[in-house]
């Protein structure tokens, strides 16, 4: 089997490589059958037969536990250390209790330091927008530090109370006994690595501006200093390419420059919704980062239309952005556009860029013929398609074209 390579950063992709994938819980299964239907298409119609991607099924959540009494084997831990690029149907996490986080243990066993997720308006979608057409953001957000580290402990635990004692008698802080722990960190280089990725891409793909979200001005030492260090790494790094928003204040000419800018966290949800075309591409740590991400989403009228990246230097693993909706699981009825749009991201990192562009272009115009499930069918007044025959519609689109 053809293995996919990094190079600093840089894919090695032949012409046959193997890529793994999880189908996921709830609507996992049906849409990521879906997904790979649609990306096999694209890629045949494209390149002719002289490409070709080889799928390997790996387990994981409910499927892995019914059949190997494990929500994440470690036969499937090797195969993800070993091909490093999946495809990944959701999966569900319990709230508060239970197994930890499986989307969170494979961005840190593979290093998958950006989240990087692409919202933009399709015309023909509901939206509860008035111009939802000035919504095109890229949102970078830090995958693999802050809160999502899974740092934490149960207020009853030993070491809960250890950490207590230690902040009452050491720091002299006050804190009850009833407390539950979880620890917020956020490093200098975590924030650098994922701040030059996000600069490098506003630069080549010549995007007007970034904007740093943080809540500096409450958690100093941590949001705080991601906004710090992103600034100076920009302005060390790029400073060629770079204006600051505050050097436009002052008469500095920026033009053909990248525009840098920061936003305090809360703001940042009423300033998308206002003055959604003042904001470009979007640099936050990881927690910010979710959250933004989806309340951008709901900008352009449907979250499951959105897919994401989760990149490495040596990596990545490719989904949608929602959940496992369990409610629809079994019915063939769910929208699988996110992880297909997780699937054309995959084809772009890997610079099969006519597959991809295939997909964009047949998601465009099953919506222009309102070719679509049920989520956006109500909306439109038409008759839903099955999540098989939108898949079946892609494919047809992509043939034509």
Sequence with gaps: MAKIKFYDGKWDVPSNPTILYIEGDGIGPEITRAAIKVINTAVKRAYSGSREIEWKEVLAGEKAFKEKGDRFPQETKDNIEEYRVVLKGPLETLIGKGWKSINVAIRLMLDLYANIRPVKYINGIESPLKNAEKVDMMIFRENTDDLYRGIEYTYNSSEAKMIRDFLKEKLNVEIEDDTGI???????????????????YAIEKKRKKITIMHKGNVMKYTEGAFREWAYETILSEFRESVVTEDEINRGVKGEGKVIINDRIADNMFQQ??????????????????DYISDAAGALVGNIGMLGGANIGDNGGMFEAIHGTAPKYAGKNMANPTGIIRGGELMLNFMGWYEASNLIEKAIEKAIEKKKVTQDIARFMNVVPLSTSDFADVLCKEIESI
Aim: proline share 5%; no cysteine; hydrophobic share 40%.
């Design 182 to 200: 979880g620890i917020k960190v956020i490093s200098k280089a975590k924030t650098q690595r994922i701040t030059r990725l996000a600069t490098k």
């Design 272 to 289: 998308i919704i206002l003055r959604p075309d003042e904001y470009d591409v979007i640099l936050a740590p990881n927690v910010n980062g």
